[in-house]
Protein backbone atom coordinates (compact mmCIF):
# COMPACT_ATOMS: atom_id res chain seq x y z
CA UNK A 1 0.00 0.00 0.00
CA UNK A 2 1.87 3.45 -0.81
CA UNK A 3 1.99 5.91 1.90
CA UNK A 4 -0.67 8.06 0.69
CA UNK A 5 -3.20 5.42 0.40
CA UNK A 6 -1.79 4.69 4.13
CA UNK A 7 -2.71 8.25 4.87
CA UNK A 8 -6.13 7.58 3.41
CA UNK A 9 -7.07 4.78 5.35
CA UNK A 10 -6.37 6.48 8.97
CA UNK A 11 -8.00 9.70 8.09
CA UNK A 12 -11.14 7.36 7.08
CA UNK A 13 -10.06 5.30 10.41
CA UNK A 14 -10.67 9.10 12.03
CA UNK A 15 -13.67 10.02 10.98
CA UNK A 16 -15.53 6.23 11.52
CA UNK A 17 -14.30 6.23 15.23
CA UNK A 18 -15.10 10.44 15.61
CA UNK A 19 -18.99 9.72 14.47
CA UNK A 20 -18.63 6.41 17.01
CA UNK A 21 -17.59 9.31 19.36
CA UNK A 22 -20.83 11.64 18.44
CA UNK A 23 -22.86 8.79 19.15
CA UNK A 24 -22.08 7.66 22.85
CA UNK A 25 -21.90 11.40 24.04
CA UNK A 26 -25.22 12.12 22.56
CA UNK A 27 -26.86 8.99 24.11
CA UNK A 28 -24.88 8.93 27.37
CA UNK A 29 -24.43 5.43 26.33
CA UNK A 30 -23.76 3.02 27.51
CA UNK A 31 -22.16 -0.22 26.19
CA UNK A 32 -18.81 0.30 24.94
CA UNK A 33 -18.57 0.36 21.02
CA UNK A 34 -16.81 -2.90 19.43
CA UNK A 35 -12.44 -2.06 18.77
CA UNK A 36 -12.61 -2.41 14.97
CA UNK A 37 -10.39 -5.64 13.51
CA UNK A 38 -7.33 -4.40 12.74
CA UNK A 39 -6.47 -5.25 9.37
CA UNK A 40 -3.44 -7.72 8.85
CA UNK A 41 -0.75 -5.44 8.04
CA UNK A 42 -2.33 -2.39 9.48
CA UNK A 43 0.13 -0.33 11.11
CA UNK A 44 0.38 -0.89 15.10
CA UNK A 45 0.39 3.06 15.65
CA UNK A 46 -3.13 2.93 14.03
CA UNK A 47 -3.83 0.64 16.50
CA UNK A 48 -2.36 2.57 19.45
CA UNK A 49 -4.75 5.60 18.30
CA UNK A 50 -7.76 4.28 17.74
CA UNK A 51 -7.44 2.33 21.49
CA UNK A 52 -6.77 6.03 23.18
CA UNK A 53 -9.78 7.28 21.40
CA UNK A 54 -11.75 4.11 22.74
CA UNK A 55 -10.99 4.25 26.23
CA UNK A 56 -11.20 8.17 26.22
CA UNK A 57 -14.79 7.99 24.99
CA UNK A 58 -15.91 4.80 26.78
CA UNK A 59 -15.73 5.81 30.45
CA UNK A 60 -17.90 5.39 33.45
CA UNK A 61 -21.08 7.57 33.08
CA UNK A 62 -20.71 10.66 35.58
CA UNK A 63 -23.00 9.26 38.59
CA UNK A 64 -25.63 11.57 39.15
CA UNK A 65 -25.09 14.03 42.24
CA UNK A 66 -26.44 12.65 45.34
CA UNK A 67 -29.78 14.23 46.40
CA UNK A 68 -28.84 17.02 49.37
CA UNK A 69 -29.85 14.95 52.63
CA UNK A 70 -32.49 16.93 53.82
CA UNK A 71 -32.08 19.08 56.73
CA UNK A 72 -34.61 17.78 59.51
CA UNK A 73 -37.37 19.99 60.40
CA UNK A 74 -36.09 21.66 63.82
CA UNK A 75 -38.88 20.87 66.00
CA UNK A 76 -41.14 23.42 67.14
CA UNK A 77 -39.63 25.32 70.39
CA UNK A 78 -42.23 23.94 73.20
CA UNK A 79 -43.43 27.17 74.74
CA UNK A 80 -42.39 27.65 78.84
CA UNK A 81 -44.85 26.40 81.36
CA UNK A 82 -46.58 29.16 82.97
CA UNK A 83 -44.87 29.96 86.63
CA UNK A 84 -46.54 27.94 89.03
CA UNK A 85 -48.35 30.25 91.27
CA UNK A 86 -47.18 29.44 94.73
CA UNK A 87 -48.64 27.98 97.12
CA UNK A 88 -50.65 29.20 100.37
CA UNK A 89 -47.76 29.79 103.26
CA UNK A 90 -48.05 27.24 106.11
CA UNK A 91 -50.12 29.10 108.76
CA UNK A 92 -47.30 28.13 111.28
CA UNK A 93 -45.34 30.63 109.31
CA UNK A 94 -47.48 33.70 110.58
CA UNK A 95 -50.04 32.47 113.56
CA UNK A 96 -48.58 29.25 115.82
CA UNK A 97 -51.60 27.01 116.40
CA UNK A 98 -51.25 27.77 120.31
CA UNK A 99 -51.68 30.88 120.18
CA UNK A 100 -55.01 30.24 118.00
CA UNK A 101 -56.12 27.95 120.34
CA UNK A 102 -56.42 30.28 122.96
CA UNK A 103 -58.31 32.71 121.04
CA UNK A 104 -60.80 30.66 120.50
CA UNK A 105 -61.76 29.89 123.97
CA UNK A 106 -61.66 33.40 124.74
CA UNK A 107 -63.71 34.50 121.50
CA UNK A 108 -66.70 31.71 122.84
CA UNK A 109 -66.58 33.39 126.62
CA UNK A 110 -66.70 36.64 125.27
CA UNK A 111 -69.99 35.65 122.92
CA UNK A 112 -71.50 33.98 126.01
CA UNK A 113 -71.67 37.19 127.85
CA UNK A 114 -72.80 38.85 125.04
CA UNK A 115 -76.00 36.62 125.32
CA UNK A 116 -76.42 36.01 129.10
CA UNK A 117 -79.47 38.48 128.79
CA UNK A 118 -81.55 40.42 126.46
CA UNK A 119 -79.92 43.41 127.53
CA UNK A 120 -76.94 42.50 127.24
CA UNK A 121 -77.46 41.31 123.77
CA UNK A 122 -79.10 44.61 122.99
CA UNK A 123 -75.87 46.40 124.20
CA UNK A 124 -73.49 43.79 122.42
CA UNK A 125 -74.82 43.43 119.23
CA UNK A 126 -71.86 45.06 117.22
CA UNK A 127 -69.39 43.31 119.24
CA UNK A 128 -71.07 39.70 118.55
CA UNK A 129 -70.95 40.31 114.33
CA UNK A 130 -67.21 41.42 114.56
CA UNK A 131 -66.64 38.62 117.13
CA UNK A 132 -67.99 36.00 115.24
CA UNK A 133 -66.94 37.11 112.03
CA UNK A 134 -63.37 36.63 113.99
CA UNK A 135 -63.98 33.10 115.15
CA UNK A 136 -65.02 31.93 111.78
CA UNK A 137 -61.35 33.06 110.47
CA UNK A 138 -59.41 31.61 113.50
CA UNK A 139 -61.13 28.12 112.81
CA UNK A 140 -60.57 28.37 109.44
CA UNK A 141 -56.73 28.73 110.15
CA UNK A 142 -56.80 25.90 112.92
CA UNK A 143 -58.96 24.07 110.65
CA UNK A 144 -55.80 24.30 107.61
CA UNK A 145 -52.80 24.71 109.85
CA UNK A 146 -50.22 22.20 109.70
CA UNK A 147 -49.95 21.91 113.42
CA UNK A 148 -51.97 19.64 114.83
CA UNK A 149 -54.30 21.40 117.31
CA UNK A 150 -57.59 20.41 119.62
CA UNK A 151 -59.60 22.42 116.88
CA UNK A 152 -58.25 20.80 113.86
CA UNK A 153 -61.44 18.65 113.21
CA UNK A 154 -64.07 20.95 114.35
CA UNK A 155 -62.91 23.31 112.33
CA UNK A 156 -65.56 22.73 109.62
CA UNK A 157 -68.37 22.81 112.21
CA UNK A 158 -66.98 25.60 113.97
CA UNK A 159 -66.73 28.02 110.91
CA UNK A 160 -70.23 26.83 109.37
CA UNK A 161 -71.62 27.53 113.56
CA UNK A 162 -70.03 31.13 113.62
CA UNK A 163 -70.89 32.06 109.96
CA UNK A 164 -74.37 31.33 111.18
CA UNK A 165 -74.05 33.57 114.44
CA UNK A 166 -72.63 36.19 112.25
CA UNK A 167 -75.99 36.19 110.39
CA UNK A 168 -78.80 36.08 113.36
CA UNK A 169 -81.09 39.70 113.95
CA UNK A 170 -82.48 38.55 117.31
CA UNK A 171 -82.02 37.58 120.99
CA UNK A 172 -83.34 34.06 120.42
CA UNK A 173 -81.38 32.70 117.59
CA UNK A 174 -78.43 34.61 119.09
CA UNK A 175 -78.51 32.80 122.23
CA UNK A 176 -79.10 29.34 120.40
CA UNK A 177 -76.18 30.42 118.03
CA UNK A 178 -73.84 30.60 120.47
CA UNK A 179 -74.34 27.62 122.14
CA UNK A 180 -74.02 25.91 118.78
CA UNK A 181 -71.12 27.44 118.64
CA UNK A 182 -69.76 26.04 121.81
CA UNK A 183 -70.48 22.70 121.00
CA UNK A 184 -69.22 22.41 117.44
CA UNK A 185 -65.74 23.88 118.97
CA UNK A 186 -65.69 20.52 121.55
CA UNK A 187 -66.87 18.39 119.03
CA UNK A 188 -63.70 15.96 119.01
CA UNK A 189 -65.39 13.47 116.52
CA UNK A 190 -66.26 15.47 113.91
CA UNK A 191 -65.51 14.82 110.18
CA UNK A 192 -62.92 16.81 109.17
CA UNK A 193 -64.35 18.99 105.71
CA UNK A 194 -63.12 20.43 103.13
CA UNK A 195 -61.11 23.98 103.94
CA UNK A 196 -59.57 26.48 101.73
CA UNK A 197 -58.91 30.08 101.92
CA UNK A 198 -61.77 31.36 100.62
CA UNK A 199 -64.24 34.86 101.19
CA UNK A 200 -65.70 33.36 104.52
CA UNK A 201 -66.14 36.23 106.72
CA UNK A 202 -67.26 40.10 106.48
CA UNK A 203 -64.40 42.25 105.86
CA UNK A 204 -66.37 45.07 107.35
CA UNK A 205 -66.53 43.64 110.97
CA UNK A 206 -62.73 42.16 110.42
CA UNK A 207 -61.49 45.46 109.30
CA UNK A 208 -63.69 47.14 111.94
CA UNK A 209 -62.02 44.04 114.51
CA UNK A 210 -58.34 45.01 113.83
CA UNK A 211 -58.08 48.66 115.57
CA UNK A 212 -59.64 47.05 118.34
CA UNK A 213 -57.46 44.39 118.57
CA UNK A 214 -53.90 46.64 117.64
CA UNK A 215 -55.02 48.91 120.88
CA UNK A 216 -54.83 45.99 123.23
CA UNK A 217 -51.83 45.17 121.89
CA UNK A 218 -50.29 48.63 122.07
CA UNK A 219 -50.88 49.25 125.58
CA UNK A 220 -49.79 45.49 126.34
CA UNK A 221 -46.91 45.57 124.98
CA UNK A 222 -44.91 48.40 127.01
CA UNK A 223 -42.10 47.51 128.81
CA UNK A 224 -43.88 47.35 132.18
CA UNK A 225 -46.92 44.74 130.84
CA UNK A 226 -44.46 43.48 128.40
CA UNK A 227 -43.72 39.78 129.89
CA UNK A 228 -46.85 39.64 132.31
CA UNK A 229 -49.26 39.53 129.49
CA UNK A 230 -47.05 37.51 126.98
CA UNK A 231 -49.79 35.31 125.94
CA UNK A 232 -52.64 37.66 125.32
CA UNK A 233 -50.28 39.62 123.08
CA UNK A 234 -49.15 36.03 121.31
CA UNK A 235 -52.74 35.75 120.56
CA UNK A 236 -53.68 38.99 119.30
CA UNK A 237 -50.85 39.48 116.93
CA UNK A 238 -51.60 35.73 115.63
CA UNK A 239 -55.25 37.00 115.31
CA UNK A 240 -54.35 39.85 112.89
CA UNK A 241 -52.15 38.13 110.95
CA UNK A 242 -55.46 35.67 110.54
CA UNK A 243 -57.62 38.38 109.89
CA UNK A 244 -54.82 39.68 106.93
CA UNK A 245 -55.02 36.17 105.38
CA UNK A 246 -58.66 35.48 105.85
CA UNK A 247 -59.33 38.53 104.08
CA UNK A 248 -56.64 38.06 100.97
CA UNK A 249 -60.35 36.46 98.89
CA UNK A 250 -62.44 39.78 99.99
CA UNK A 251 -61.26 42.10 97.52
CA UNK A 252 -64.51 42.70 96.25
CA UNK A 253 -66.10 44.17 98.91
CA UNK A 254 -63.37 47.02 99.23
CA UNK A 255 -64.08 50.52 97.68
CA UNK A 256 -61.83 49.26 94.93
CA UNK A 257 -62.86 45.73 93.69
CA UNK A 258 -60.93 46.20 90.35
CA UNK A 259 -57.37 46.61 92.45
CA UNK A 260 -57.33 42.76 93.85
CA UNK A 261 -54.08 43.14 93.31
CA UNK A 262 -52.88 45.32 95.00
CA UNK A 263 -55.57 44.07 97.77
CA UNK A 264 -53.73 41.36 97.81
CA UNK A 265 -50.14 42.80 98.24
CA UNK A 266 -51.49 44.75 101.56
CA UNK A 267 -53.33 41.55 102.99
CA UNK A 268 -49.93 40.16 102.86
CA UNK A 269 -47.89 43.19 104.09
CA UNK A 270 -50.20 43.50 106.97
CA UNK A 271 -50.00 39.38 107.64
CA UNK A 272 -46.17 39.39 107.14
CA UNK A 273 -45.86 42.31 109.72
CA UNK A 274 -48.28 41.14 112.65
CA UNK A 275 -46.45 37.27 112.35
CA UNK A 276 -43.11 39.65 112.75
CA UNK A 277 -44.69 40.80 115.93
CA UNK A 278 -45.88 37.65 117.24
CA UNK A 279 -42.13 36.44 116.56
CA UNK A 280 -40.22 38.98 118.33
CA UNK A 281 -42.71 38.60 121.59
CA UNK A 282 -42.17 34.65 121.46
CA UNK A 283 -38.54 35.54 121.41
CA UNK A 284 -39.16 38.25 124.75
CA UNK A 285 -37.54 40.83 122.77
CA UNK A 286 -39.59 44.12 123.35
CA UNK A 287 -37.84 46.19 121.49
CA UNK A 288 -38.06 43.93 118.43
CA UNK A 289 -41.42 44.21 118.99
CA UNK A 290 -41.89 48.18 119.18
CA UNK A 291 -40.37 48.06 115.54
CA UNK A 292 -42.21 45.53 114.33
CA UNK A 293 -45.65 47.22 115.34
CA UNK A 294 -44.25 50.25 114.01
CA UNK A 295 -44.38 47.78 110.17
CA UNK A 296 -47.67 46.61 111.20
CA UNK A 297 -48.99 50.31 111.72
CA UNK A 298 -47.40 51.11 108.31
CA UNK A 299 -49.00 48.37 106.73
CA UNK A 300 -52.26 49.77 107.40
CA UNK A 301 -51.64 53.23 106.53
CA UNK A 302 -50.23 52.34 103.14
CA UNK A 303 -53.72 50.20 102.65
CA UNK A 304 -55.80 53.26 103.50
CA UNK A 305 -53.76 55.62 101.51
CA UNK A 306 -55.33 53.43 98.22
CA UNK A 307 -58.46 51.93 99.87
CA UNK A 308 -59.98 53.98 102.07
CA UNK A 309 -58.44 57.54 101.49
CA UNK A 310 -60.53 59.44 103.91
CA UNK A 311 -58.78 58.44 106.93
Known amino acids: MSSVSRWNWLAASVVVIGLLVVGVVSTGC ?71 VGQVAYYIERLEKAV ?63 AAVKTAAADQDAQPGELKWEKVASLEELMAQVPLINTKLKRYIKPSRFESKAKDTQGLSAVIAVIAQGTIANSGETEKPNEAQNWQKYCVQMRDAAAAVNAAIHAGDQQATAAAMKNLAQSCDDCHAVFHEEE
Open 30 to 100: APAPEQPAVEPGRPPEVVEVVEEVVEEVVEEPAEEPAEPAETPEQPAETPEEPAETPGEPKVSSFAPAEDL
Open 116 to 178: ETPQEYDESQEKIAKDANTLIVIALALGLHDQDNKYKAAAPGLVKAAQDLAAVEDYAAAKESV
